[in-house]
């Protein structure tokens, strides 16, 4: 059932996810061709937020702060298969592979090799604090309005 909490975690963590996602644009080495990857990861931030913020909330402060950071890591981590999956594609183009089940494992390779970026201050920094505020904007919605 759609709640104006819902709507409020879906919104707050589609923006954190576009932070996010711009803030390890700067990290990443110049040349690096992103396409619409903050918009994607904003959908998933979106789509996140509105699913779990379903029965996570209502349940205090202080579980509130432990789902918003348990968002934010949901967040990155389909951002990070998605961000390697169109590495591989890109890779598959260009012939770099030899059967399909080697794409798909340079897939997972691909995700431990780009996870050092997000080890940077400002990477960490965005996803904890925001999770960490929304999920306590996101109880206190929930305590307003629903």
């Not at 920094?125 to 929304?134: D, K, M, N, S, W």
């Amino acid at each position: 059932m759609a709640t104006i909490s819902r709507l409020f975690a879906a919104v707050f963590f589609a923006a954190l996810a576009f932070l996010a996602a711009e803030a390890v644009k700067v990290v990443m080495s110049e040349g690096i061709r992103f396409g619409p990857f903050s918009e994607i990861c904003a959908g998933i931030g979106f789509v996140s937020g509105w699913g779990m913020a379903h029965r996570s909330f209502g349940k205090g402060y202080r579980s509130a702060i432990n789902v918003g950071v348990r968002i934010a890591a949901v967040i990155t981590l389909w951002s990070m298969l998605y961000g390697s999956i169109v590495l591989m594609v890109r890779k598959a183009f260009r012939k770099m592979y030899d059967t399909p089940l080697e794409a798909v494992v340079d897939i997972f390779k691909l995700i431990f090799d780009n996870a050092p970026v997000l080890v940077t201050p400002a990477v960490i920094a965005t996803l904890v604090v925001g999770g960490v505020f929304g999920g306590l904007m996101t109880e206190w919605v929930q305590r307003r309005w629903d």
